[in-house]
């Protein structure tokens, strides 16, 4: 699996990575996804949508629970993988590579300085 270093992680085991400039990629970790379990349903937002951090943006069930992953970062939803709603169990085989959830345009990246680097949340969740 191949895995960018630039990635931050928060606390609710979400990874972001900013890409083209002011786009951010938004997914859950492997660790999120193992303690998941296998992924049944996974509810996405609509391109378009204006998010607020710690707002409820994507909805995933699994066979053992329900979760609410909650926005990281305010901005503009420009993407969504559609890719997960035909087949959510593609979030256990690469939740940190092809299985991101939405991408986000947002008009200030210095909120990703409130977020882990990798070393800090293998630390967190070690």
């Known amino acids: 699996m191949q895995r960018e270093t630039s990635m931050k992680f928060t606390e609710e085991h979400e990874w972001l990575r900013v890409e083209d400039g002011d786009v951010v990629v938004v997914g859950i970790t492997e660790h999120a996804a193992e303690q998941l379990g296998d992924v049944v349903f996974v509810e996405l937002p609509e391109v378009g949508t204006t998010v607020t951090k710690d707002e409820e943006v994507v909805v995933i069930e699994s066979v053992k629970a329900a979760s609410d992953i909650l926005a990281p970062i305010d901005g503009e939803v420009v993407e969504v993988n559609e890719a997960l709603v035909d087949e959510p169990g593609k979030v256990n085989d690469d939740p940190e590579g092809e299985s991101w959830f939405f991408k ?9 300085d409130d977020y882990m680097d990798e070393a800090a949340y293998k630390a967190f969740i070690g």
């Open 104 to 112: 986000v345009k947002v008009e200030d990246l210095s909120v990703m």
